[in-house]
C-alpha cells in the first residue's frame, strides 16, 4: 500500500530508538506522517499488546499469541493506518506483520504459510509499500541492549528462538527484494539513523 511504511529487525537492534529519531526528523522538517507500532497504536490494540508482552501470561499458547497478534493488527489498522492513509498521510510503523511470520510462524515453529493465511485476513490489501530492515545478528543485538527484558514475554527465550527469527527475516528479504530495504545497524545510533533518512529520500517517502 502506496504510503505505508514498516520499520522491522531483531529485538535490541534499535528499532524502537530509530523509530523515536525519525519521528523527531519529520516533526522537525514539517512532514505529513504518522508514526504508530505494534502490536498496539490505538486503545483497544494496547490491550491487547499488555496482555500479549505481560510476562505472568507464561501459559499462553502459540496459537493464542498469533490470533492476539493478527487481532491487535486489525484493530491498529482500522484506526489508525487506514484513515491516515485515506487522507494521503505516510504512516511509518514500529514493526509489523512482517514479525509475525517470523515469530510466531518461524520462532514458534507454527509455520510460515499458516500464519500468513491468518494475517491475509488481519491485513487484507494493505501490505507495507517498503519495510526497512535493521540488520544486526541476535549475538550483537542483545549484547548491544545489555540481555533479555525478564518483564517482557517475548524476550524469555533462548538463542535458538531468535536465530529462527533472524534467519526468517533473512527468507522474507529473499523472497521480496522489491519491499524490504536493509539497513546495516551495526554503527553508531547516529550513523544508522543517516542511513535510514537517506533511504527514504531516495525512495520519496521524505524530504
Not at 510466531?104 to 490489501?125: C, F, P, S
Not at 528479504?173 to 544508522?192: H, M, N, Q
Request: some cysteine; hydrophobic content about 35%.
Amino acid at each position: 500500500m502506496k504510503g505505508f511504511i514498516t520499520i522491522e529487525g531483531c529485538d535490541g537492534v534499535g528499532k524502537t530508538y530509530q523509530t523515536a529519531k525519525l519521528k523527531e526528523y519529520c516533526e522537525k522538517t514539517n512532514q505529513n506522517v504518522v508514526f504508530t507500532r505494534e502490536p498496539g497504536g490505538s486503545k483497544v490494540a494496547e490491550k491487547i499488546r499488555n496482555i500479549i508482552l505481560d510476562s505472568e501470561n507464561d501459559t499462553m499458547c502459540d496459537k493464542c499469541e498469533a490470533f492476539l497478534y493478527a487481532s491487535a493488527r486489525i484493530q491498529h489498522l482500522n484506526d489508525i493506518v487506514i484513515p491516515a492513509l485515506k487522507e494521503g498521510k505516510t504512516v511509518i510503523c514500529d514493526r509489523f506483520v512482517d514479525s509475525s511470520y517470523v515469530y510466531q510462524g518461524l520462532g514458534r515453529g507454527l509455520g510460515y504459510e499458516d500464519v500468513k493465511a491468518l494475517n491475509d485476513i488481519a491485513v487484507g490489501e494493505y501490505m507495507p509499500e517498503y519495510t526497512f530492515f535493521l540488520e544486526l545478528t541476535p549475538e550483537l543485538a542483545f549484547e548491544r541492549k545489555g540481555g533479555n527484558d525478564v518483564k517482557d514475554r517475548l524476550e524469555i527465550c533462548d538463542k535458538d528462538f531468535y536465530k529462527k527469527v533472524y534467519d526468517g527475516y533473512h527468507m522474507l528479504i529473499d523472497s521480496y527484494p522489491e519491499r524490504f530495504v536493509v539497513i546495516d545497524a551495526k554503527g553508531s545510533k547516529t550513523e544508522t539513523h543517516e542511513k535510514i533518512v537517506s533511504e527514504m529520500k531516495k525512495r520519496g517517502i521524505i524530504k
